[in-house]
């Protein structure tokens, strides 16, 4: 969920090599470039 309006957003899940840990209702930090999205940081 987007904490500025509230929407919500389809993310793709970084790969298996990466070192995030994300879990279901767990905050993260996300990057828009060119309508894409992506996950930058987990918290």
């Given amino acids: ?3 500025r309006d509230y929407s ?3 993310l793709p899940m ?3 090599d990466s ?3 994300i879990q279901a209702g767990q905050k ?3 990057q828009e470039a ?3 999205y992506i ?3 987990d918290h």
Avoid: F, K, S
Wanted: aromatic share 4%.
């Fill in 1 to 3: 969920m987007n904490d």
């Fill in 14 to 16: 970084p790969g298996e």
């Fill in 8 to 10: 919500m957003m389809i």
């Fill in 28 to 30: 993260i930090m996300w």
């Fill in 39 to 41: 996950i930058i940081r």
């Fill in 34 to 36: 060119l309508g894409r």
């Fill in 19 to 21: 070192a995030m840990n």
